[in-house]
């Protein structure tokens, strides 16, 4: 049997173990934490799977291969929501709709009372939208935990400490910028809020011609809103300026937002090569998985499989890079 060693339990290296158990292996997972959780950038992850809203500013390969997401993930235990993603913009910013209806296919265009039909509460607020109505959304930290009990189950446990051995597959996200320089960090903000009195029931995008915002329910009254594709300077902290763009984001809304509940702010910094897009690194008897940008959890299985393919069969996947010293 392949004797394989992954680094890391974020969404890639969890991702990765549970393709391998798939096949027959029993992979080696060692990560210092332990288990999933704060200290890999997937913990605070909006989990939209959303392959055709993401077209407008991500190369095709990743509607492409985003396109199975929700199946594989919901294959593996995680509850996946398919309520489809609405896009919403104020009236002041209907280009940036427009834009955004150009740029993206599989929608439809939705007038105020086709928006207040999905979303009662949302009735009279917008006067035009799209929806993408075969997407999806998870909770990151929940579909963390259910590839960790499953692979718990086929005895695979998180070991805090040891030297790996055999092949190494490094999923450490950031952490691994001391082996692959043209990693760089793109910033995410994040902020969970509770409001019972709000009933969204799917992913909301609303557009913003700055910072993409949107707004995640989680049940129970709990909503997550974020903002993605902040180049870092080092800060890992929310911004003042961020926080007040979030929160007036989930205002304008809804304005029942106003009297919700903050139970968190949150921010990381995303791994991410100068294209944005992941990548697969031999080096010697190391696989570097790295590189998901903002789109962890939609590209990680079709990564994972690859590298998968790659480790047991010898195949060159799509994302293979071997040409960086």
Known sequence: MTDITILGSGVMGLCIATE???????????????????????WRAGGMLAPYCEAESAEPVVVRLGLGAADWWQAHGAEVTRRGTLVLAPSRDRAELDRFARLTQSHRPLDAEAIAALEPELQGRFARGLFFETEAHLNPRAALLALRDRLAEAGITIETEGAPTGLIVDARG??????????????????????????ISRTVRLLHPRIPLYIVPRGDGIYMIGATMLETGGKYRVTARSAVEMLSAAYTLHPGFAEAEIMELGADARPAFPDNLPRLRRRGNTLFANGLYRHGYLLAPAVA?????????????????ENHP
């Open 305 to 321: 499989r690859m590298a998968a393919d790659h480790l047991l069969d010898g195949q060159t996947p799509e994302f293979m890079d």
């Open 20 to 42: 391998l158990v798939a096949r027959g292996l029993a992979p080696r997972i060692i990560d210092p934490a332990g288990k999933p959780g704060a200290q890999a950038c997937s």
């Open 174 to 199: 950031l952490a691994a910028r001391d082996a692959l320089p043209d990693l760089r960090g793109v910033r995410g903000e994040m902020l969970v809020i509770r409001c019972p009195e709000v009933q």
